[in-house]
């Protein structure tokens, strides 16, 4: 697609500060998954504002549409309902393409045979689920 980038690793300490004051044209950050759609939308989707959204969406995109359905989901007491507008708001940023999925991270996890737990996609480790044998 004609992109040229200079790889330039960076300390997430360094990084992060240039990413949330835009002085990036172009930059990888992991995104570990959340247990809600709000958790990716708001800070990475949403049009940045003066209340803190957009505070990852150093690409500035922007779509009124989108941003309502954020805005209205977050107060919205209705699990379907909710789930319904945030599941609208994420296909409608997907048809505006407005971010690039570069790579999908593999996670592993390795532990001796006498212990058991469900390894979860987050690379959270809940403590609850852990077993010793």
Known sequence: VGIRVT???LPFNN????????????????W???TDA???????LHTPNSN???EYNVGRYSNPA????VDQARVELDAAKRTRMLVDAMSAAEEDAAYVTLTHRRVYW?????IK??????DVLDLRYLRID
């Not at 390795?110 to 006498?114: G, I, L, P, T, V």
């Open 52 to 54: 803190g959204d957009g």
């Open 32 to 34: 570990s998954p959340t």
């Open 15 to 30: 990084l992060l500060p240039r990413v949330t004051s835009r002085d990036v044209s172009f930059y990888s950050l992991g």
């Open 110 to 114: 390795a532990m001796r045979s006498a």
């Open 7 to 9: 790889y330039q690793p």
């Open 66 to 69: 989108v941003d309502g359905l």
């Open 117 to 122: 737990v469900k390894p979860r996609p987050n």
């Open 38 to 44: 709000e958790g990716v939308l708001v800070p990475m």
